[in-house]
T-cell receptor, first 111, second 119 residues
Framework: AQRVTQPEKLLSVFKGAPVELKCNYS??????LFWYVQYSRQRLQLLLR??SRESIKGFTADLNKGETSFHLKKPFAQEEDSAMYYC?????????????FGTGTLLAVQP | DTEVTQTPKHLVMGMTNKKSLKCEQH?????MYWYKQKAKKPPELMFV???????INESVPSRFSPECPNSSLLNLHLHALQPEDSALYLC??????????????????FGPGTRLTVL
């Protein structure tokens, strides 16, 4: 079964501290993994996709197939990073495969 | 224009009303989606249109009726809804290309949503 697990509902850190938002997945084929972010009163938007292997707003995420994880990391959190973060999965190259979202982690960065 | 727009922003309707949600994009995307998002929950896929044809229906009750009149517009017609249908309804679109015998999607762009309340 396809599943995305984000174990933390809420993650609270101080400004300047490192951040790691956990994401584990279950998928039988080759997955495509994404991180979406939803800032307060803004639309859901793509932050990262594993295929691109890029850093956006200081965030990185590496797909670990052995541990079936795609954790989101940032070395120094900023207050403007406070938002809801969703990890999502789709079958690689599969337009007919739907995007499966995790339950989300609310990141709160304290000043 | 690089945005997905949705109207109305808010909608309050009774259980006997008929209303429609509208979604529009002018990015040339040929895949369009309806999602339902309850408070503090992730979006749940309802429908997918691919090249203006319904390709995925996630067993959504028939009181929700999607329509894709052209490649830029997506509607969701609502009739005889229940209070538990109150939610944020999100539209999304993505660039979908034919590659070989299959289709490949790029990232999904989301609209701001319509906040629906059913009384």
């Amino acid at each position: 079964a396809q599943r995305v697990t984000q174990p933390e509902k809420l993650l609270s850190v101080f400004k300047g501290a490192p951040v790691e938002l956990k994401c584990n997945y279950s998928y039988s084929g080759s997955p495509e993994l994404f991180w979406y972010v939803q800032y307060s009163r803004q639309r859901l938007q793509l932050l990262l996709r594993h295929i691109s292997r890029e850093s956006i707003k200081g965030f990185t995420a590496d797909l670990n197939k052995g541990e079936t994880s795609f954790h989101l990391k940032k070395p120094f959190a900023q207050e403007e990073d406070s938002a809801m973060y969703y990890c999502a999965l789709r079958g690689l190259g599969g337009a007919t495969n739907k995007l499966i979202f995790g339950t989300g982690t609310l990141l709160a960065v304290q000043p | 224009d690089t945005e997905v727009t949705q109207t109305p922003k808010h909608l309050v309707m009774g259980m006997t009303n008929k209303k429609s949600l509208k979604c529009e994009q002018h990015m040339g995307h040929r895949a369009m989606y309806w999602y339902k998002q309850k408070a503090k929950k992730p979006p749940e896929l309802m429908f997918v249109y691919s090249y203006e044809k319904l390709s995925i229906n996630e067993s959504v009750p028939s009181r929700f009726s999607p329509e894709c009149p052209n490649s830029s517009l997506l509607n969701l017609h609502l009739h005889a809804l229940q209070p538990e249908d109150s939610a944020l309804y999100l539209c999304a679109s993505s660039h979908r290309v034919k590659r070989g015998a299959g289709l490949v999607d790029n990232e999904q762009f989301f609209g701001p949503g319509t906040r629906l309340t059913v009384l």
